[in-house]
């Protein structure tokens, strides 16, 4: 017999199968020009990230070592937590290579808005591993998994030839130096011993007749080259990173009192949001690192006022932001002094810079230095063709604050150098102790992951005597570069 279905009643049948009712789709939202052209900038900067990487010269690279046993398990680490960015990435590559200890990172900087390796980072570690590998997965564009083991350093002393390694975006020349500076240092082959003078006209006189036959030295003492030379490509002065005015006033300064010291003549300056920027760094390589006490700040003794702007800024920026800042600087100076001490002196100094990216870009800094050698800066930064572009007096004001937080506490190291010095203190041939503010994350990061790899413990205690800041005390591993 054959049942009618009473019309419309088909439909429900199919709907309580599970298929449903089909909607028309809406047509995409429409970009306007400004959006449009936006993201393809943002498309077209990530596909020269890593389109336009050129990271060594051929000689330089050289990745055959003879196979002497299996290497050890990679040590895993996490690279999300904490600060959660680029930072881990440079110091863990940094510390496997000068330790020789193979590691794997995951999750790498899983913490920021677009994760995985970007090309600071990628040049940084494939610089690095291209010098001290046994072989290194992962190191590509966006990749948030690298294992790297290091092996020993491929190029011999007489060798010398400089590592060229180009960003090829406006990424921070400053954080690639933080790669690469601590390897350099600590892992890299020692100058050889220059040659014995030539014996003097009463030693060949004196000498007896079989030693006199021999041919003696010609010519003076040939000079040896103590350092290894770096050529690095990308941008000297950008935001989210040190400025290079503060690698030079404040990190190599700091650094020689450890008996550790580098060189970086700047040949160009590079901007956001071409870059474009040139320099070329000699590092020194060291025995060993010295310990570093900075827990007594002293007397203020001078001011340094650095400002800088790119040609496309008006003529009288520099000098504006020279005068605010010294004005500021001053005046807290005054306000923390005895009423009878005499007037610091005050030290400006104005750059005006060419640069390919043709940006809008100008900066400061104030630097105070003590009489126990101290330095306590405030720093401040603008792009104008950036988001976080301001004004002259906004810019001022904020590195004035910073100077004011920095100098008020008491400290010895401010915030930006105290994260930088972490893996120097962790592998000094002594107890070092620095006195801080309160510890950055940046700070507590580079302080948990050199403990995973060094084996060290630090200690942070708050300073009874000076409540606002903290004492870091570590008894280094005295590594010996070897």
């Not at 040896?224 to 005015?245: A, C, I």
């Not at 592998?427 to 503010?437: D, E, P, Q, V, W």
Request: hydrophobic fraction near 35%.
């Amino acid at each position: 017999t054959e049942t009618t279905m009473p019309r419309g009643e088909h439909k429900t049948l199919k709907l309580q199968r599970g298929q449903k009712k089909k909607e028309k789709k809406k047509p995409p939202p429409q970009e306007d020009d400004a959006k449009r052209a936006a993201r393809k900038r943002e498309q077209d900067s990530l596909r020269e990230t890593f389109d336009l990487l050129n990271l060594f010269e051929p000689s330089i690279v050289s990745l055959s070592f003879p196979e002497d046993s299996e290497p050890a398990v990679p040590i895993e680490l996490d690279g999300g937590i904490m600060e959660g960015g680029g930072q881990i990435l440079r110091l863990s590559v940094g510390l496997a290579a000068i330790l020789q200890k193979p590691i794997t990172i995951r999750r790498i900087r899983a913490g920021r808005a677009k994760p995985g390796l970007l090309a600071q980072h990628l040049t940084g570690i494939q610089s690095v591993a291209g010098l001290w590998q046994r072989s290194i997965s992962g190191d590509k564009g966006l990749s948030d998994t690298v294992t790297y083991v290091p092996g020993p350093f491929c190029l011999p002393a007489s060798e010398r030839r400089p590592l060229s390694a180009c960003i090829g975006t406006a990424g921070s020349i400053t954080l690639l130096l933080q790669t690469l500076i601590p390897p350099f240092l600590l892992a890299a082959p020692l100058p050889p011993q220059p040659l014995p003078p030539p014996p003097s006209e009463s030693d060949s006189s004196s000498s007896s007749s079989s030693s006199s036959s021999l041919p003696a030295p010609s010519g003076a003492v040939a000079e040896v080259e103590k350092f290894w030379k770096m050529e690095l490509g990308g941008g000297t002065d950008v935001s989210n990173s040190p400025q290079m005015d503060f690698t030079l006033n404040l990190l190599r300064p700091t650094l020689a009192k450890m008996g550790l010291n580098f060189d970086v003549d700047v040949d160009l300056r590079g901007f956001y949001p071409r870059g474009g920027g040139r320099v070329s760094a000699k590092v020194y390589p060291v025995r060993s690192v010295q310990p570093i006490n900075l827990t007594d700040r002293g007397e203020i003794v001078k001011i340094s006022i650095n400002v800088w702007a790119t040609r496309a800024c008006k003529p009288s920026t520099s000098q504006h932001l020279a005068q605010l800042l010294t004005k500021g600087a001053q005046k807290i100076v005054r306000t923390t002094s005895p009423p009878d001490a005499p007037p610091v002196p005050v030290q400006e100094k104005f750059s005006v810079y060419d640069d390919r990216a043709y940006s809008n870009s100008f900066g400061g800094m104030i630097i105070a230095e003590t009489s126990t050698g101290c330095l306590i800066e405030g720093t401040t930064m603008v792009t104008l063709a950036g988001k976080e572009a301001k004004s002259i007096e906004d810019a001022a004001e904020e590195a004035i604050n910073m100077f004011d937080v920095h100098w008020k506490s008491g400290c010895c190291t401010g915030e930006f150098l105290t994260d930088q010095l972490i893996i120097f203190m962790a592998l000094a041939s002594g107890r070092s102790s620095i006195r801080t503010l309160d510890l950055s994350l940046h700070t507590q990061t580079a302080i948990f992951f050199s403990e995973i790899l060094t084996g060290v413990t630090f200690e942070v205690a708050r300073d009874p005597d000076l409540p606002s800041t903290f004492l870091i005390s570590v008894d280094g591993i005295n590594h010996i570069n070897a």
